[in-house]
């Protein structure tokens, strides 16, 4: 099992990045998966997630409008498109994956990608 995380970059305030997280062996048809950040000195949260059925949830008021998650079953691949960036979403990124369903708290996963870098400049 493992999960590639792929899209991060430098952009400017007010820019967008298309985050993707690529499964293999196994099957988004039975894990959510679920996408976390980690800023400098600070704690990972979670961003979204999507679980088996395709149900979504965003964890933060500050991300809603702004990040939508979406699955590409052929690809095999759950993506984060993040519009309308703000410097304070500045962060390593995460994907990870469990069974089913979703959990907010980052502990209640069993698979994470490798992270990737989102700077956003003001």
């Known amino acids: 099992v493992q999960l590639q995380a792929s899209g991060g970059g430098l952009v400017q305030a007010g820019g967008s990045l298309r985050l993707s997280c690529a499964a293999s062996?196994?099957?988004?048809?039975?894990?959510?998966i679920g996408w976390f950040r980690q800023a400098p000195g600070k704690e990972r949260e979670g961003v979204s997630c999507?679980?088996?059925?395709?149900?979504?949830?965003v964890y933060a008021d500050s991300m809603k409008g702004r990040f939508t998650i979406s699955r590409d079953n052929a690809k095999n691949a759950v993506d984060l498109q993040m519009n309308n960036l703000k410097p304070e979403d500045t962060a390593v990124y995460y994907c990870?994956?469990?069974?089913?369903?979703?959990?907010?708290?980052?502990?209640?996963?069993?698979?994470w990608g490798q992270g990737t870098l989102v700077t956003v400049s003001s």
């Open positions: 990870a994956a469990r069974t089913y369903s979703c959990s907010a708290y980052w502990r209640g996963y069993d698979y």
């Open positions: 062996g196994f099957t988004l048809d039975y894990y959510a």
């Open positions: 999507m679980d088996s059925s395709g149900g979504i949830t």
